[in-house]
């Protein structure tokens, strides 16, 4: 069982990040007055992987836009690289989600993307979503996001390499860990899904709130 979601971007470069760090008596860390997105740095798309058993996550750092089939290239990278050596008898995969943003509820490029990876892993794929004004359960939030915002607290995020190793450093008593990789692959946005490719998705919705909650089954080549 994962648990799975965006983080809030970032901008790249010498800007104030949020929280409180200790430095040298008269040697504050100086940043921009103001927030304008650089351009030659952009931002910085952090999605995350979390695997609730063994409180472990994957991030890819993504450079380019957070689309659907960036959500579900992460949640690959984290079973190639994490999900399939920890369990490598697994007969199913269960994901959750909140409802909005790249991996949406209503999102036909979510869905399409997942076909994909069940055909490639071939086993089903379980996704439950939560309901609008309760994606805070969502576990990825408070078990893992929180501790990666503690973790750079006050300090400007000048790269991608430096969020990534600021990410991969996080580290909490109770044991969790954390791999991060930086993807610089391009996602373009706007991609329209039609009725006939929609249509050939192996999809089973749940009785209970099937817009919601639904299994998505490999297709045999």
């Known amino acids: 069982v994962i648990s799975v979601d965006t983080k809030k971007k970032e901008l790249i470069g010498q800007y104030k990040n949020s929280g409180k760090t200790y430095r040298t008596k008269g040697d504050p860390e100086k940043v921009k007055t103001y927030d304008f997105v650089d351009e030659k740095l952009g931002r910085a798309n952090p999605y995350g992987v979390y695997d609730i058993a063994n409180n ?36 199913e995969l269960m994901i959750t989600a909140d409802g909005g943003g790249s991996n949406g509820s209503r999102v036909r490029l979510w869905k399409i993307e997942l076909q994909k990876f069940a055909n490639e ?3 089903p794929i379980h996704i439950s979503h939560f309901p609008p004004g309760t994606s ?3 576990k990825i ?17 000048i790269s991608h390499e430096v969020i990534v190793n600021l990410i991969a450093n996080t580290r909490t008593r109770s044991g969790l860990k954390i791999e991060a990789d930086i993807n610089t692959n391009i996602y373009p946005t706007g991609i329209k899904i039609s009725d006939e490719e929609f249509s ?9 709130h099937g817009e919601w909650n639904y299994i998505i089954k490999p297709i045999s080549p």
């Open 56 to 91: 472990i996550g994957w991030v890819s750092v993504g450079t380019d836009h957070d689309t659907s089939a960036f959500a579900v290239d992460t949640i690959r990278k984290w079973w190639n690289s994490m999900g399939k050596e920890r369990y490598p008898n697994a007969t």
């Open 121 to 123: 892993i071939g086993i």
């Open 136 to 138: 805070k359960w969502n």
């Open 141 to 157: 939030e408070h078990k893992m996001f929180c501790y990666i915002s503690m973790n750079w607290r006050g300090k400007p995020l």
């Open 200 to 208: 050939s998705i192996n999809i089973i919705r749940n009785e209970f």
